[in-house]
């Protein structure tokens, strides 16, 4: 493919992008396959000469869509969102173009600095302490991670490396070994601190844990994976108010900020922390500027070594819709959680399980798990909709989360007049 062919096929891409996500409505959101059905469509080896892009085109859609969860469906509402924009989409292909691998300053300096100013930007749409951003002359500053599960395991590894030089300079004579024995990390059954946990969107009390954390030493990292877009939000920005005493905090942009996956957005109030525990420094990988102060070597804040320039499709995003528009974003989807719990609360044969705060509504049929667990079932397997569940308080509970950016008011009332009526035929169902 020549670039003359690969602006040919690279239009009618777009075509095919825009054209999916225009009538992904009409798609089945949830597949009808079985676990192995794609290995008996394709060759056992790769093609010894080229295929046709026409044929791989055409493969897309006889192979590949068959097996797909669509999960920019507007009938999606499973999980949490995965955020997806036009934006994000046209800065991935030119993330994709240029190709560097920003392990450091020098390797492509636009790709490390963009990223400290993106960070610096979200962090004031979010109003975080000072103390987290980079500016020019802070201690802190934020890093783009690929997950919310890497961020709390970088900020894990972080705390574990920081108690144990100090105990170690206290006490020179204490092996890591003798450390690493008697260091306990504590948790919830939510994981770490957390605001807006994944089971039913609660909330960690910071303004009780965060002083504890502050006045025992320990290290207070706080997950908002999914609550943290809405933080842009002025009314519900309170819902982070403590976040002053952590040490990191992280969130999602790619759940809910219009941000595509990969993108979780994570800082720390001294990077030095990360970077202690972190740094890679050999020969090939130092350059001139490095010992300035005047920029940072992002190798040293993660985990991988190499990193895309993810930075653009936070660039790109927050420009084409700016901040009011982000916010009315989230607001839209909050507003039409509500609607789906005014909906649920009028049927008296339904409970809401929890407060809805944001986007996501719990709820379940009076009576036992088993009954809620053949609605489920009922539910996913028509395929109109899709749903996944949790557990609360050893109640078998369906979540019902606003996920899609296409998603409206008539979505919703569609999706309640389906579990409605499968409700109606279960309960009409002779029971054992």
Not at 44 to 51: C, F, I, L, M, Q
Not at 154 to 180: D, E, H, N, Y
Not at 290 to 302: E, K, V
């Amino acid at each position: 493919m020549d670039s003359a062919e690969f602006r040919r096929r690279g239009k009618e891409m777009v075509d095919f992008v825009a054209d999916y996500l225009e009538g992904i409505e009409g798609r089945q959101v949830y597949p009808d396959v079985e676990p192995g059905y794609l290995r008996p469509l394709i060759p056992t080896t790769a093609p010894e000469e080229p295929d046709m892009f026409e044929d791989i085109i055409s493969d897309v859609e006889k192979i590949i869509m068959p097996g797909v969860t669509h999960w920019h469906s507007p009938f999606f509402f499973a999980y949490f969102p995965s955020a997806n924009s036009y934006p994000a989409l046209l800065a991935d292909i030119l993330c994709g173009a240029i190709g560097c691998i920003g392990f450091s300053w020098a390797a492509s300096p636009a790709c490390t600095e963009l990223e400290t100013v993106m960070m610096d930007w979200l962090g004031k749409m979010l109003k975080l302490p000072e103390a987290f951003l980079a500016g020019q002359v802070g201690e802190g500053g934020g890093v783009i991670q690929g997950s919310a599960s890497e961020a709390t395991l970088v900020a894990l590894l972080a705390a574990r490396t920081k108690v144990t030089r100090r105990l170690q300079a206290a006490s020179p004579g204490l092996t890591q070994g003798a450390i690493m024995e008697k260091l306990v990390a504590y948790s919830s059954d939510q994981v770490v601190a957390t605001l807006g946990t994944t089971s039913c969107c609660s909330f960690d009390n910071l303004l009780e844990v965060g002083p504890i954390c502050n006045k025992e030493d320990m290290w207070l990292h706080i997950d908002a994976a999914y609550a943290g877009s809405s933080f842009i939000c002025p009314e519900f920005r309170h819902l982070l108010n403590g976040v002053e005493f952590a040490d990191s905090f992280n969130f999602n942009p790619h759940k809910w900020l219009l941000v595509n996956f990969d993108c979780s957005a994570m800082w720390v109030k001294k990077r030095t922390d990360l970077i202690g525990a972190f740094k890679l420094d050999p020969l090939y990988l130092k350059h001139n500027h490095q010992d300035s102060g005047l920029i940072t070597d992002y190798r040293h804040w993660q985990l991988p070594l190499g990193r895309r320039f993810r930075s653009l499709k936070m660039w790109f995003v927050f420009r084409m819709y700016g901040v009011k528009g982000l916010q009315a974003y989230i607001r839209k989807h909050v507003r039409l959680a509500h609607e789906f719990e005014r909906l649920v609360q009028q049927d008296p044969r339904f409970e809401i399980c929890t407060e809805v705060t944001l986007g996501l509504v719990c709820f379940r049929l009076k009576g036992s798990n088993r009954l809620n667990e053949e609605l489920l079932e009922r539910i996913n397997s028509a395929k109109k909709i899709h749903l996944v569940p949790c557990h609360l308080r050893d109640k078998f509970v369906l979540r019902f989360a606003i996920c899609a950016r296409t998603v409206e008011s008539a979505h919703v009332q569609l999706a309640w007049k389906h579990v409605a009526q499968l409700a109606t035929s279960l309960l009409a169902t002779p029971r054992d």
